[in-house]
């Protein structure tokens, strides 16, 4: 993508324990281009928050990083952290999941506001601080009148509406949104997602817009990424992902959302593994029904469709790397996978 506002390259995100590290994102590549939405969807534990939070530079003690992350030109694993402490506000901005958690419940709408513009703009007057907070408020339906008031006079869906308000303050060009629609109801999930694409639309903020729910990248996003056990399984335009999934992975997330048509669950057999010490070859190959002897053999390597799509699966090859014989399908009581009914 020669637009790309940001490109992540060979990403690696560790996590220390007493024994082996957590490999919570092992080896993402990914880019956001500027004005588009990029959906990033997967199981929990599967690496989607550490991703997001490790291209803004927001990882927790113990953790490591490294790779990628080129920003305008500067790679920001590579960076000293109090620059990218600066650059965070003003060039990237995070909307956290469960605001209410986010939001300090001693502190005013108006004093949350304040203390984000004086961090970063030092120079602004009372007057500028209480014009701009006022202004990127009413963009998101909240009132004047409700400047000076405490996190728990609102609703959740005000919250969530004010802690979008607080990341677009800064006019960030890069927008990371960590499941910005948890625990709300459909109506005010509807109305969540009206402001980002107005973001989009009218401000051209590029957005990162991690979620489970699936719906919402079908109506939301311009491309999604679909992350397995630390890496990308599947990575492509929303439309073309949802018509013709190429990853196993990626078909049985779309099986398991239900609809107004559904009439029979489904679920993926297994869970994630351990990524202290993931399995060897393709990581889903454990739970795939599709798996191949080649697949508990070797790590996939990643392929290019006809579309542009990006897929990490040995079911698209290269043939010419499967070793004679491992083509055959993997044994389904070795994989712990049921015959389909």
């Known amino acids: 993508m020669t637009d790309a506002i940001l490109q992540v390259r060979n990403l690696r995100v560790y996590y220390g324990t007493p024994g082996k590290p957590v490999r919570a994102v092992d080896g993402v590549s990914l880019d956001i281009g500027e004005s588009e939405v990029v959906g990033l969807v997967g199981e929990s534990g599967c690496g989607k928050s550490t991703l997001g939070r490790g291209i803004l530079g927001l990882l927790p003690d113990g953790a490591r990083a490294d790779g990628e992350v080129l920003y305008d030109g500067r790679n920001l694993v590579a960076m000293p952290p109090k620059a990218v402490r600066r650059m ?41 601080v209480k014009r701009r907070s006022l202004e990127t408020l009413g963009r998101m339906g909240i009132p004047p009148t409700r400047f000076r008031q405490y996190p728990h006079e609102f609703s959740g869906g005000m919250r969530q509406r004010i802690m979008i308000a607080l990341a677009l303050v800064l006019r960030p060009k890069l927008l990371v949104a960590d499941e910005p629609t948890t625990s709300l109801d459909v109506i005010v999930e509807g109305q969540i997602l009206a402001l980002l694409a107005d973001l989009k639309n009218n401000f051209g903020t590029a957005l990162l817009l991690i979620t489970h729910n699936l719906g919402i990248v079908a109506e939301s996003c311009d491309r999604m990424a679909v992350m397995y056990a630390g890496r990308i399984a599947e990575e492509g335009p929303v439309r073309e992902v949802f018509a013709d999934p190429a990853h196993p992975y990626t078909r049985d997330l779309l099986r398991s959302t239900i609809s107004l048509d559904t009439t029979t669950l489904y679920s993926i057999p297994g869970a994630p593994p351990n990524l202290i010490d993931p399995p060897p070859g393709c990581r889903f190959h454990p739970r795939c029904p599709n798996a191949m002897r080649v697949c508990d053999q070797l790590e996939p390597i990643e392929q290019r469709l006809d ?10 090859g290269p043939s010419e790397r499967i070793p004679q014989g491992a083509g055959a399908p993997l044994e389904r009581e070795a994989i712990g996978v049921a015959d389909e009914a």
């Open 88 to 128: 965070r506000g003003p060039e990237l901005g995070l909307i956290f999941q469960e605001p209410m958690t986010r939001l300090n419940p001693l502190l005013r709408i108006s004093d949350h506001f304040r203390e984000t513009l004086e961090q970063h703009e030092p120079d602004l007057t009372d007057a500028e």
């Open 307 to 316: 579309d542009g799509r990006r897929v990490l699966c040995w079911l698209h």
